[in-house]
C-alpha cells in the first residue's frame, strides 16, 4: 500500500500539470496543423501597380487579400494564405491535393479590375509552405500565364453550374464542400451529396451558384477566369480537394464546370 501512495499523487500532480498548460496557453495544447500557400506575383510589367486583390481556395476554404504600398514596390508582391489541413468534418489536406489563386490588378480609386492572372497548384507540403508563381511564365494547363486584361461584352446575373461526376460507387456519401470564384467573388455551398445523388437521373451532382450582384471589380465579360472546386475526404482516394479552371467565352448566362470527374 506504501508504494502505491506516491505513484498515485505524482500521477495526479502529472494530470494537473498537463491540464494547467492547457488553460494558460490553449494555442500550444494539441495545435491544429496549418500550411500556407504564398503567391509570388510578377509584377514587373505592369504599369506602376496601385493595388492588388489575391483570392484563394483550398481546403474548404475561401481567402481574400489586399496589397498596395509597400506591398508593391518590388518587382515580386508576395500574398501568403494560411489554411487549417484538417477543415472540421468535411476534409484534411494531403499532398497532390488542389488549390487555386488568382491576382487581380485594380484601380485604387474604383476597384475596377485592369488585370488579372491566376493558377491551379498541387499542394507539396500540407504542413509547411507552398509557394506559387503568379503572372510569370506561359499559358498552360494550370496557369493562365501573364497578367492579362479583359475587355469582352458584358454579362449580367452569370450562373456557374458545378458538375460533380462519378460519385455512385462511393460508400458512406455525405458532405461536399462546393466553391466557385468569378472576378475576385467566391460563391461557396455545403451540399448534401447523398440526397442530390439519390434525386439524379444520371448520378452527376449539378450545383448552381449565382451571382446576382457586380463583382467589386466590375462587370464580369467574355473572358473572364473563372474556378470550381470540390472538398470532402469522401471524394478520395483521388484528391479530397479538386478544382477546374474555364474562361468565359458566351454571352449567355449559364456556365457548366466539371469540377470533378475521376
Not at 32 to 54: C, G, R, S
Request: charged share 20%.
Amino acid at each position: 500500500m506504501n508504494n502505491k501512495v506516491p505513484f498515485s499523487s505524482s500521477f495526479v500532480f502529472v494530470i494537473l500539470v498537463i491540464f494547467s498548460s492547457m488553460i494558460v496557453f490553449p494555442n500550444l495544447a494539441f495545435a491544429a496543423e496549418k500550411y500556407t500557400i504564398d503567391a509570388k506575383i510578377n509584377i514587373k510589367k505592369l504599369n506602376n501597380p496601385q493595388k492588388l486583390k489575391v483570392v484563394a481556395y483550398a481546403n474548404g476554404e475561401n481567402k481574400t487579400k489586399y496589397l498596395k504600398g509597400n506591398d508593391l514596390k518590388s518587382n515580386t508582391a508576395t500574398a501568403s494564405f494560411q489554411f487549417n489541413q484538417k477543415n472540421d468534418n468535411l476534409v484534411t489536406a494531403v499532398h497532390s491535393d488542389e488549390y487555386a489563386v488568382c491576382a487581380y490588378d485594380i484601380n485604387s480609386q474604383t476597384n475596377n479590375m485592369k488585370s488579372y492572372a491566376c493558377v491551379e497548384g498541387n499542394l507539396e507540403n500540407p504542413t509547411g509552405k507552398n509557394p506559387v508563381n503568379i503572372g510569370s511564365g506561359p499559358v498552360i494547363t494550370l496557369s493562365s500565364g501573364p497578367l492579362k486584361p479583359v475587355k469582352g461584352a458584358q454579362i449580367k446575373n452569370p450562373t456557374i453550374v458545378v458538375w460533380i461526376e462519378n460519385l455512385a460507387g462511393k460508400k458512406h456519401l455525405k458532405n461536399i464542400g462546393v466553391v466557385t470564384m468569378l472576378k475576385g467573388e467566391f460563391k461557396y455551398k455545403i451540399i448534401d451529396a447523398r440526397k442530390l445523388l439519390e434525386k439524379s437521373k444520371d448520378n452527376i451532382i449539378r450545383v448552381p451558384l449565382d451571382f446576382d450582384k457586380t463583382p467589386e471589380l466590375g462587370p464580369v465579360r467574355v473572358g473572364d477566369y473563372f474556378f470550381a472546386c470540390v472538398s470532402a475526404n469522401v471524394l478520395k482516394p483521388v484528391e479530397g480537394n479538386e478544382c477546374e479552371h474555364r474562361i468565359i467565352d458566351h454571352v449567355g448566362n449559364i456556365y457548366n464546370i466539371v469540377a470533378r470527374h475521376d
